[in-house]
């Protein structure tokens, strides 16, 4: 992945027509995001070893909901438009939940690694929240891991951790703790 010093790193929201017109390179770019991280030790819902047509049509299924506006897809990318990094909000929730959504898939390249791309994408869904008129949110994440730290930093409270709840790719065990936040809209 092609990433230089002097990049500029810009948010943005990939719109109902771009998921349903440009999804073949979307999923491409994306699908190599995904790789990254699971290859490097991420515990994101997928093992070892992730085969491309399965990360392919896993990003497909997500373009489908984008498309249908049952989720918002963020993805950062270069100056060059090289997509580094992603995460999604999830709006299509119970009827009894219209105000909640569900942050997930927070990816970020390793070459991106440190610069403050989720970070951005952080402040990114809580301003997408907001334009949704959602106004909790809650997420999960690997107990210990060093996204911890990043939701701490931009507001999400911990509520508590469930041990062995998911494993990581190469199949240990790991807990997972839940986080919200509460918006104002
Ligand atoms: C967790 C993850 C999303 C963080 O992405 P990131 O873009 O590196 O995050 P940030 O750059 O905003 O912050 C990471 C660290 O870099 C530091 N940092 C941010 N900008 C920096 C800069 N310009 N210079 C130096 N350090 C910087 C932050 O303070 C933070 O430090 P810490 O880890 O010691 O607390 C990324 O590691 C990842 O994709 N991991 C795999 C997938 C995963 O686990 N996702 C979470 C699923 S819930």
Known sequence: MNIHATDTITVRRVSAGEAREHAAPLAEALADVLIDCVEGGASVSFMLPLPRARALAFWHGV??????????????????????????????????????????????????RRRGVAAQLLAAVDQAAREEAKSVLVLDTVTGGDAERLYQRAGWQAVGSVPNYALMPDGAYCGTTFFHKQLAV
Request: hydrophobic residues 45%; negative net charge; contains cysteine.
């Open 63 to 112: 373009l489908e909901d984008v498309a249908r506006q049952e989720r918002v897809l963020l993805v950062a990318q270069t100056t060059a438009g090289c997509i580094i990094g992603t995460v999604q909000l999830i709006t299509a929730l119970p009827d009894n939940q219209p105000h909640r959504a569900d942050v997930a898939k927070m990816l970020v390249h390793r070459d991106a």
